[in-house]
């Protein structure tokens, strides 16, 4: 496999956008990403499309409205994966030198829906009494809150963080700073998850172009080298033996720093799974950023706000800036690459080289969950 | 790249399922391709499913049940070209050696809707103002009655051909024989349509196992060798130019052709995307079967059938075998399996060793089609 890179990238603010076809999100996404790599449209040699509600040919109606045609499109799910599914086959076909630039799009329109959480897969059983995802996040909470030293107030500290980097990000759902009494107070979704504790429904649509290094070098500007690639689905077996240890992250986490010949320390800034606050710290664990166990104190001690050792989720993370399912693993993607190229505005982490996002789709029957990937990038100038 | 092969087939009948799962309707389907290749579960290095209904996360539904996991799973939809898309990634992880056994799975429920046509994707704006599939094949229809030598009775006899291959098919949705009569006295659908002339509402589901040649040594058994696999989708100016000539098909027929090496002269058996009889007679020009502006004397002088040039849909085809959307692609491929490995009992294709899939998915405004795929196979002992 030869290098492949990232050298350009868009999104639109994420939020309620109920006027907005999924073209109308993903069109602006995709002309930014475009033009801040310095190429044209005709140059696309590939499409992936992450999605998981668009209906079917999302992506072929997306290419249609930027006016291209002619060339392989293809539609991927893996729900809150999606995107970065789409992203990891893109990386592929670059990589295995099918193609020199390849399009990836992440989009999803949540406001289609009546709001507040969705039986997703309502064929599962699990779904069926009731597992829906608050649900299955509120019993890892409980479980966090009996084995741990940690409280409610810890929880909470994790929606404060997001909202407060929320504030600096204009692609925000949400940009107002909160309390930890005041996450505290909010409506109980599933105890002890409150409202202000869960991601928000939203719309939103995110881009990136993944060149080869010929094309890069003949653009000539910034670029983030796809260092890691990961994509695994969940065990049958064992996946829920402990709540607290999603094996799919651990395991995606293990395979993608061996991958990128790097380890957690190594790493400036990371966009991670926050579907739920209990979800990042689950997640800090499982992603190597402290040992398993010290996940509160490590949280308590500012590691991984600004300041810290590394800036977990500057965009907002899905709790501030928004979850619209199959946009977010390219949204987070597009966040690295602003940081990585020293173009974050206000909420830049100075200095950051190196970048790891993170999105695990799914949590079904039996399984840890459904599809995690992760991916590490470099700035390569 | 190196060879990849397929090794195992299996699918479902075809028909209605009402009562039936997305993973009740893959499960033995998949069973039976890995039970006709000889590997297995714990062989399976990855997964991709197409589907275009079964919603978040379908093949992680499936896989689970078969009591697997820890492997990449991605799901697929290109519309009709889902199950063809999934294979043409499976192709391409096998053969840039990504792995050694990947599982492509092709499912869809059409049941779980109304029934009739399903104006699939209704943000479109054409699709609001009507135009749904059977109207678009049926003004096809309309100019391939103005402008060829041709009359109704030549389109019913594209269904007549396919309901008398279907009888033979113990996998077909319909295993009746129809006559011109009988299908130009059916209900009309969008004239010159008939009921009998639009492939069916149904379920189904297939499963084929793609391999590295060092596991298709190691099995030993039986094998088809991807020779092409292509898929593109349509053009945004100039796709309806000529109605009567699908670019999309004409350029992916080309495309496979020059990777197989192979000339449509070569080909024994071809399982085209037949979903209106229309169809059938448009594909056989775009896919070189015969010259353009000839296919309707190509049908009528038995070319097409048991005896002729080249048997195209011994299946019986969408119009008998049915068409559950995201399975037809794969469902092509494992009857083509079946006439090259010289298993496909009394509607055995003799001497076959050279096949064609084709399905088109999509039509959409201004495209010719959302995605189309083409794939050529040899049998290899």
Redesign the interface.
């Known amino acids: 496999?030869r290098d492949s890179f990232i050298v350009g990238a868009g999104m639109i603010p994420m939020g309620r956008h109920r006027e907005s076809?999924?073209?109308g999100l993903a069109v602006p996404a995709v002309l930014d990403a475009l033009e801040s790599a310095g190429l044209r449209r005709a140059e696309i040699g590939a499409?992936y499309c992450g999605h998981?509600f668009g209906?079917?040919?999302?992506g072929?109606?997306i290419?249609?409205e930027i006016?291209?045609?002619?060339?392989?499109?293809?539609?991927?799910?893996?729900?809150c994966s999606g995107g970065a599914?789409a992203l990891?086959?893109a990386h592929?076909?670059v990589a295995?030198g099918?193609h020199e630039v390849v399009l990836v799009i992440g989009v999803d329109k949540l406001t289609q829906f009546g709001g507040g959480t969705l039986p997703?897969?309502?064929?599962?059983w699990e779904v069926q009494q009731g597992m829906v995802m608050p649900a299955l996040y509120a019993m890892r909470a409980r479980r966090y809150l009996h084995e741990r030293d940690a409280s409610v107030e810890d929880l909470a500290s994790v929606s404060v963080k997001a909202r407060r980097h929320g504030v600096a990000n204009p692609y925000a759902q949400f940009r107002a700073e909160v309390t930890v009494e005041q996450v505290l107070a909010a409506r109980p979704i599933a105890d002890p998850l409150t409202l202000l504790q869960c991601c928000p429904t939203g719309d939103g649509a995110a881009a990136v172009l993944v060149v080869s290094d010929a094309v890069r070098r003949r653009l000539g500007g910034p670029a983030l080298r796809i260092a890691a690639s990961v994509?695994?689905?969940?065990?049958?077996?064992g996946?829920f033996r402990d709540m607290l240890r999603p094996e799919?992250t651990f395991?995606s986490a293990r395979e993608a720093y061996e991958q990128a010949g790097v380890s957690p320390r190594d790493i400036d800034v990371v966009e991670l799974h926050d579907a739920f606050s209990i979800a990042e710290l689950v997640y800090y664990e499982a992603l190597g950023l402290c040992p398993v166990g010290e996940s509160t104190g490590f949280l308590r001690s500012g590691a991984t706000t600004y300041g810290g050792e590394v800036v977990v989720n500057p965009s907002g993370g899905l709790l501030a800036k928004g979850h619209p399912?199959g946009a977010s693993g390219v949204a987070q993607v597009v966040e690295v690459f602003w940081h990585l190229t020293g173009t974050a505005g206000t909420r830049q982490v100075d200095g950051a080289r190196l970048g790891l996002t993170h999105v695990t789709?799914?949590g079904?029957?039996?399984?840890d969950h459904?599809?995690c990937t992760v991916h590490i990038f470099e700035h390569v100038g």
Not at 120 to 124: A, G, K, P, S, Y
Request: net charge negative; proline share 3%.
């Open positions: 496999m076809s999924y073209p499409v998981a209906g079917m040919l999302t072929q109606r290419v249609k006016g291209i045609g002619g060339i392989p499109v293809t539609n991927v799910d893996n729900a599914t990891h086959e592929r076909a295995d099918h997703l897969v309502t064929e599962d994509l695994h689905s969940g065990q049958v077996i996946g799919i395991e399912v789709g799914g079904i029957s039996g399984l459904g599809a």
